[in-house]
């Protein structure tokens, strides 16, 4: 079955740097979309960037300018940079999949578009 296993959250001060990994199996990961959500306490989960299987990008607002999402199909994995980061960029990141979305035409979409999720890591960030 499709597993998707985040890692390399953490705490970091504002301005620092951190690099989450998604580790995925169960499915054919190169035909897939993927991508990075959050949550932070109290507000609705939100795309931050996605990559299709073309490689396309898309970046939320927030995150263009300071985030790279990347992915590499010979291992199976996905990361996003996040460089400068910023005390509301605190929140739990989740990694997401689906066969059929493309944010090429759609944009990052909402978490009703992704059919697969993780579990998340906590990224925090002290000013």
């Known amino acids: 079955q499709v597993r998707l296993v985040e890692s390399g959250g953490g705490s970091v001060q504002s301005g620092g740097s951190l690099r989450l990994s998604c580790a995925a199996s169960?499915?054919?990961?190169?035909?897939?979309?993927m991508a990075w959500f959050r949550q932070a306490p109290g507000k609705e989960r939100e795309g931050v960037a996605t990559?299709?299987?073309?490689?396309?990008?898309r970046y939320a607002d927030s995150a263009e300018g300071r985030f790279t999402i990347s992915r590499d199909n010979s291992k199976n994995t996905l990361q996003l940079q996040m460089n400068r980061l910023k005390p509301e960029d605190t929140a739990i990141y989740y990694c997401?999949?689906?066969?059929?979305?493309?944010?090429?035409?759609?944009?990052?979409?909402?978490?009703?578009?992704?059919?697969?999720w993780g579990q998340g890591t906590q990224v925090t960030v002290s000013s």
């Open positions: 169960g499915f054919t990961y190169s035909s897939y979309s």
């Open positions: 990559i299709d299987s073309d490689s396309t990008t």
């Open positions: 997401a999949a689906d066969p059929y979305f493309r944010s090429a035409v759609a944009g990052i979409g909402g978490p009703f578009d992704w059919n697969y």
